[in-house]
Protein backbone atom coordinates (compact mmCIF):
# COMPACT_ATOMS: atom_id res chain seq x y z
CA UNK A 1 0.00 0.00 0.00
CA UNK A 2 3.02 1.99 0.68
CA UNK A 3 4.68 1.80 -2.08
CA UNK A 4 1.59 2.21 -4.44
CA UNK A 5 1.15 5.25 -2.64
CA UNK A 6 4.84 6.36 -3.39
CA UNK A 7 4.35 5.67 -6.88
CA UNK A 8 0.66 7.59 -7.44
CA UNK A 9 2.73 10.85 -5.96
CA UNK A 10 5.74 10.43 -8.00
CA UNK A 11 3.60 9.93 -11.33
CA UNK A 12 1.46 13.04 -10.65
CA UNK A 13 4.62 14.91 -10.32
CA UNK A 14 6.51 13.88 -12.96
CA UNK A 15 3.41 14.37 -14.95
CA UNK A 16 2.69 17.82 -13.50
CA UNK A 17 6.80 18.62 -14.39
CA UNK A 18 5.54 17.72 -18.16
CA UNK A 19 2.53 19.57 -18.40
CA UNK A 20 4.86 22.71 -16.55
CA UNK A 21 7.87 22.16 -19.46
CA UNK A 22 4.90 21.94 -21.96
CA UNK A 23 3.21 25.21 -20.71
CA UNK A 24 6.30 27.29 -21.45
CA UNK A 25 6.55 26.39 -24.91
CA UNK A 26 2.83 27.10 -25.13
CA UNK A 27 2.12 29.96 -22.93
CA UNK A 28 5.39 31.84 -23.24
CA UNK A 29 4.85 33.40 -26.79
CA UNK A 30 1.17 33.51 -26.56
CA UNK A 31 1.25 36.12 -23.00
CA UNK A 32 3.15 38.95 -24.86
CA UNK A 33 1.56 42.22 -22.44
CA UNK A 34 4.41 44.02 -21.10
CA UNK A 35 4.30 45.62 -17.36
CA UNK A 36 5.97 48.41 -16.11
CA UNK A 37 9.53 47.72 -14.89
CA UNK A 38 8.74 48.63 -10.65
CA UNK A 39 8.83 45.24 -9.55
CA UNK A 40 12.78 44.81 -8.68
CA UNK A 41 12.99 42.06 -5.52
CA UNK A 42 13.95 43.41 -2.78
CA UNK A 43 15.09 41.52 1.09
CA UNK A 44 12.08 41.93 2.83
CA UNK A 45 9.79 40.49 0.40
CA UNK A 46 12.00 37.61 0.15
CA UNK A 47 11.90 37.36 3.84
CA UNK A 48 7.88 37.55 4.60
CA UNK A 49 7.95 34.94 1.87
CA UNK A 50 10.40 32.56 3.29
CA UNK A 51 9.96 33.05 6.67
CA UNK A 52 6.49 35.06 7.43
CA UNK A 53 3.06 33.12 8.64
CA UNK A 54 2.11 32.07 5.22
CA UNK A 55 5.64 29.85 5.05
CA UNK A 56 4.50 28.23 8.30
CA UNK A 57 1.08 27.56 7.42
CA UNK A 58 1.84 26.13 4.01
CA UNK A 59 4.42 23.89 5.95
CA UNK A 60 2.07 22.66 8.43
CA UNK A 61 -0.59 22.37 5.40
CA UNK A 62 1.96 19.86 4.05
CA UNK A 63 3.27 17.64 7.00
CA UNK A 64 -0.38 17.72 8.03
CA UNK A 65 -1.15 15.88 4.06
CA UNK A 66 1.98 13.82 4.65
CA UNK A 67 1.45 12.26 7.86
CA UNK A 68 -2.63 11.22 6.73
CA UNK A 69 -0.53 9.08 3.72
CA UNK A 70 1.68 7.93 6.08
CA UNK A 71 4.73 9.13 3.33
CA UNK A 72 7.57 8.67 4.06
CA UNK A 73 6.39 5.61 5.76
CA UNK A 74 10.10 5.16 7.10
CA UNK A 75 9.08 8.81 9.61
CA UNK A 76 6.07 6.70 11.34
CA UNK A 77 2.96 8.56 12.66
CA UNK A 78 2.80 10.21 16.13
CA UNK A 79 4.32 13.59 17.13
CA UNK A 80 7.78 12.49 16.19
CA UNK A 81 6.86 11.72 12.74
CA UNK A 82 4.95 15.06 12.04
CA UNK A 83 7.99 16.81 13.43
CA UNK A 84 10.46 15.43 10.59
CA UNK A 85 7.70 15.88 8.11
CA UNK A 86 7.37 20.06 9.24
CA UNK A 87 10.91 20.14 9.40
CA UNK A 88 11.77 19.01 5.53
CA UNK A 89 8.54 21.12 4.39
CA UNK A 90 10.11 23.72 5.93
CA UNK A 91 13.71 23.09 5.15
CA UNK A 92 12.22 22.40 1.60
CA UNK A 93 10.32 25.92 1.33
CA UNK A 94 13.45 28.13 2.43
CA UNK A 95 15.57 26.45 -0.15
CA UNK A 96 13.08 26.74 -2.79
CA UNK A 97 12.55 30.68 -2.10
CA UNK A 98 16.89 30.91 -1.40
CA UNK A 99 16.88 29.66 -5.09
CA UNK A 100 14.33 31.53 -6.80
CA UNK A 101 15.15 34.69 -4.87
CA UNK A 102 18.72 34.60 -6.06
CA UNK A 103 18.02 33.86 -9.82
CA UNK A 104 15.22 36.81 -9.70
CA UNK A 105 17.76 39.18 -9.03
CA UNK A 106 20.05 38.10 -11.38
CA UNK A 107 17.88 37.51 -14.17
CA UNK A 108 15.84 40.68 -12.97
CA UNK A 109 12.91 38.87 -12.85
CA UNK A 110 9.87 39.59 -10.70
CA UNK A 111 9.32 38.16 -7.70
CA UNK A 112 6.38 36.59 -5.94
CA UNK A 113 3.14 36.86 -7.77
CA UNK A 114 1.61 39.87 -8.41
CA UNK A 115 -2.46 40.40 -9.37
CA UNK A 116 -3.15 40.91 -13.24
CA UNK A 117 -5.92 44.05 -12.99
CA UNK A 118 -7.79 42.14 -16.21
CA UNK A 119 -11.54 42.07 -16.07
CA UNK A 120 -13.39 38.23 -16.77
CA UNK A 121 -12.96 35.11 -15.02
CA UNK A 122 -11.49 33.38 -17.79
CA UNK A 123 -8.11 35.87 -18.46
CA UNK A 124 -7.87 36.09 -15.01
CA UNK A 125 -7.43 32.00 -14.42
CA UNK A 126 -4.93 31.97 -17.56
CA UNK A 127 -3.07 34.70 -16.27
CA UNK A 128 -2.59 32.75 -12.73
CA UNK A 129 -1.66 30.19 -14.05
CA UNK A 130 -0.02 31.18 -16.71
CA UNK A 131 1.96 33.54 -14.20
CA UNK A 132 3.92 30.10 -12.62
CA UNK A 133 5.78 29.41 -15.65
CA UNK A 134 6.34 32.87 -17.39
CA UNK A 135 6.92 35.96 -15.61
CA UNK A 136 8.24 39.73 -16.45
CA UNK A 137 11.99 41.44 -16.35
CA UNK A 138 11.84 44.34 -14.09
CA UNK A 139 14.15 46.12 -16.33
CA UNK A 140 12.31 46.23 -19.39
CA UNK A 141 9.11 44.98 -18.35
CA UNK A 142 8.60 42.00 -21.34
CA UNK A 143 7.39 38.20 -20.47
CA UNK A 144 10.19 35.56 -19.78
CA UNK A 145 10.19 31.94 -18.53
CA UNK A 146 9.93 31.81 -14.94
CA UNK A 147 13.21 30.54 -14.71
CA UNK A 148 13.77 31.72 -10.57
CA UNK A 149 10.24 30.24 -9.68
CA UNK A 150 11.37 26.93 -12.03
CA UNK A 151 14.77 26.47 -10.62
CA UNK A 152 13.76 27.09 -6.99
CA UNK A 153 10.56 24.05 -7.59
CA UNK A 154 13.29 21.51 -9.02
CA UNK A 155 16.19 22.63 -6.89
CA UNK A 156 14.51 22.21 -3.89
CA UNK A 157 12.62 19.18 -4.90
CA UNK A 158 16.18 17.30 -5.49
CA UNK A 159 18.46 18.78 -2.66
CA UNK A 160 15.40 17.80 -0.37
CA UNK A 161 16.12 14.09 -1.31
CA UNK A 162 19.82 14.45 0.65
CA UNK A 163 17.24 14.05 4.11
CA UNK A 164 14.73 11.95 2.44
CA UNK A 165 14.96 8.02 3.48
CA UNK A 166 16.88 5.69 1.38
CA UNK A 167 13.81 4.74 -0.42
CA UNK A 168 13.37 8.54 -1.67
CA UNK A 169 17.15 9.35 -2.64
CA UNK A 170 16.10 9.42 -6.35
CA UNK A 171 16.51 11.73 -8.89
CA UNK A 172 13.00 10.63 -10.41
CA UNK A 173 11.38 11.17 -6.66
CA UNK A 174 13.09 14.94 -6.72
CA UNK A 175 11.81 15.88 -9.85
CA UNK A 176 8.62 14.93 -9.17
CA UNK A 177 8.60 16.60 -5.90
CA UNK A 178 9.24 19.66 -7.80
CA UNK A 179 6.20 18.81 -10.11
CA UNK A 180 3.92 18.65 -7.12
CA UNK A 181 5.66 21.91 -5.72
CA UNK A 182 4.52 24.08 -9.04
CA UNK A 183 1.63 22.75 -8.77
CA UNK A 184 1.32 24.00 -5.48
CA UNK A 185 2.29 26.96 -6.51
CA UNK A 186 -0.36 27.63 -9.12
CA UNK A 187 -3.07 27.04 -7.13
CA UNK A 188 -1.79 29.65 -4.83
CA UNK A 189 -1.33 32.04 -7.54
CA UNK A 190 -5.66 31.25 -8.52
CA UNK A 191 -6.37 31.86 -4.78
CA UNK A 192 -4.26 34.80 -4.57
CA UNK A 193 -5.89 36.00 -7.95
CA UNK A 194 -9.42 35.68 -6.85
CA UNK A 195 -8.93 36.56 -3.00
CA UNK A 196 -10.41 40.25 -2.76
CA UNK A 197 -13.79 38.70 -4.63
CA UNK A 198 -13.77 35.44 -1.85
CA UNK A 199 -13.02 37.78 0.91
CA UNK A 200 -15.72 40.44 0.09
CA UNK A 201 -18.13 39.32 -2.69
CA UNK A 202 -20.77 41.89 -2.48
CA UNK A 203 -18.31 44.12 -2.77
CA UNK A 204 -17.27 42.90 -6.05
CA UNK A 205 -20.75 42.20 -6.89
CA UNK A 206 -21.48 46.10 -6.43
CA UNK A 207 -18.74 47.17 -8.52
CA UNK A 208 -19.73 44.66 -10.91
CA UNK A 209 -23.30 45.83 -11.22
CA UNK A 210 -22.20 49.67 -11.53
CA UNK A 211 -20.12 49.05 -14.70
CA UNK A 212 -22.92 46.65 -15.82
CA UNK A 213 -25.11 50.29 -15.55
CA UNK A 214 -22.18 51.97 -16.93
CA UNK A 215 -22.21 50.02 -20.36
CA UNK A 216 -25.64 50.35 -21.64
CA UNK A 217 -25.70 53.94 -21.23
CA UNK A 218 -22.65 54.30 -23.58
CA UNK A 219 -23.83 51.76 -25.93
CA UNK A 220 -27.02 54.22 -25.85
CA UNK A 221 -24.81 57.33 -26.87
CA UNK A 222 -23.19 55.07 -29.66
CA UNK A 223 -26.05 54.18 -30.87
CA UNK A 224 -27.52 57.60 -30.77
CA UNK A 225 -24.16 59.21 -32.64
CA UNK A 226 -24.30 56.55 -35.60
CA UNK A 227 -28.57 57.34 -35.97
CA UNK A 228 -27.17 61.14 -36.42
CA UNK A 229 -24.83 60.03 -39.02
CA UNK A 230 -27.35 58.29 -40.42
CA UNK A 231 -29.56 60.65 -41.34
CA UNK A 232 -27.09 63.21 -42.58
CA UNK A 233 -26.03 60.45 -45.14
CA UNK A 234 -29.73 60.51 -46.20
CA UNK A 235 -29.85 64.49 -46.44
Known sequence: MVTMMHLITMRVGVITSIVVIMG???AAPAEVESK??????DRAQFVQQTFGPGAVVRAGASAAINQGLDTPHEWGQGAAGFGKRLGSALGKHIINKSIHYTVARIRHEEFGYHSSGKQGFG????????????????????????????SGAFGSGLISRLWQPASLHTVSSGIASGGLTLGIDAGSHVLREFWPEIRHPHRHSRVQSAQETVQPASYQSNSTERDVDVRADGQ
Open 24 to 26: VAV
Open 36 to 41: KPDRTP
Open 123 to 150: PRLKYALVSTVVTHKTTTGKPTIAAGEL
